[in-house]
């Protein structure tokens, strides 16, 4: 079992769908990120988080340290917003390198 | 802002021939990591580095692979006698240490014939 798991894998919605992106992990950590990954293969960060809750624009990303769980929050949903989603833990034990999930791949169709 | 600068884009090679990656942190930044991602997956962590010390490698990291990091700004990845299994795309990311964000490259993409 992988210590970061995203669900679901892949997701396709209408445009103006308010979408939603799943991460739990096992492992204590001191932070969470969330990134966007375009098809040419480039890393954009989204949200960095240790609690609570955070909006940039249309996104809004949500922690719950003792459930182990966050969810990454589209509104309105566009086309643009189409990639791929990681979410990326920080343990709290070790090097502070990240661990990711496999990602959710976002389609937004028009 | 410049960013995490990587280069080449994108390398296409022989299986056997070696290859070498090179990435360029935000100058400010004193940790710097690669990681490996191949297709439909997650990224994975290979080695990083706190200015010109290499502090930890993988065990995906193999004997055919090197990183070096030598005055503590930019950092190259050598792959020798490369394999198949080779083909991913290597990631570059840099941060200011702890537990602030790491900054990502857009990578370069390795494809073995």
């Known amino acids: 079992k992988n210590e970061v798991e995203q669900s679901p894998q892949n997701l396709t919605a209408q445009e103006g769908e308010f979408i939603t992106i799943n991460c739990s992990y096992s492992v204590g950590i001191s932070a969470l990120h969330w990134l966007q990954q375009h098809p040419g293969g480039g890393i954009v960060s989204l949200f960095m988080l240790s609690s609570g809750k955070k909006k940039h624009g249309r996104l809004i990303a949500t922690i719950n340290i003792q459930e182990k769980h966050s969810s990454l929050h589209i509104t309105a949903s566009h086309p643009r917003d189409s990639a791929v989603y990681i979410c990326?833990?920080?343990?709290?034990?070790?090097?502070?390198?990240?661990?990711f999930g496999t990602g959710t791949r976002l389609k937004v169709l028009a | 802002d410049t960013g995490v600068s990587q280069n080449p884009r994108h390398k296409i090679t022989k299986r056997g021939q070696n290859v070498t990656f090179r990435c360029d942190p935000i100058s400010e930044h004193n940790r710097l990591y690669w990681y490996r991602q191949t297709l439909g997956q997650g990224p994975e962590f290979l080695t990083y580095?706190?200015?010109?010390?290499?502090?930890?490698k993988s065990r995906l990291l193999s004997d055919r692979f090197s990183a070096e990091r030598p005055k503590g700004s930019f950092s190259t990845l050598e792959i020798q006698r490369t394999e198949q299994g080779d083909s991913a795309m290597y990631l570059c990311a840099s941060s200011s240490g702890g537990n602030q964000p790491q900054h990502f490259g857009d990578g370069t993409r390795l494809s073995i014939l």
């Open positions: 580095f706190q200015n010109e010390a290499q502090l930890e």
């Open positions: 990326a833990v920080l343990p709290t034990t070790g090097t502070y390198k990240y661990i």
